[in-house]
């Protein structure tokens, strides 16, 4: 008798866990740390197919800067450029070309501290 009625709770316990996982979300199964994902500081300023050009005091195309995306952090003072372009058309007296191409580009503000 005693063994039919030990047989009877575990057959319940059995039949109420298997019930209740069923039944659970997975997410509960989780731990906490696993569903915190770290936020991605978020654009104040977006654009793509961006193109500046500088020109010199002749009017004569100085320096030009693509890229095909731009986001602007003001909080952080960076400009992320996505594959940028950047030709100088003339350096000095001499009349010369450079380019410069990446895959990426970030552009930072730099404080400069004097001594006093």
Avoid at 17 to 23: G, K, P, Q, T, V
Wanted: charged share 20%; glycine share 4%.
């Amino acid at each position: 008798m005693i063994k039919q009625f030990f047989f009877m709770v575990c057959l319940i316990l059995v039949t109420g866990s298997m019930l209740l996982i069923w039944d659970s979300p997975p997410e509960s199964f989780l731990r906490p740390e696993a569903n915190l994902v770290n936020k991605l500081p978020s654009a104040d300023t977006y654009m793509t197919n961006i193109e500046t050009i500088i020109f010199s005091s002749d009017g004569s195309k100085k320096y030009s800067l693509t890229a095909s995306e731009m986001s602007l952090f003001s909080n952080q003072a960076e400009v992320k450029l996505i594959k940028p372009e950047f030709r100088a058309s003339e350096i000095g007296a001499q009349r010369s070309e450079v380019n410069i191409n990446a895959n990426q580009g970030l552009i930072t503000k730099v404080l400069r501290l004097s001594n006093l």
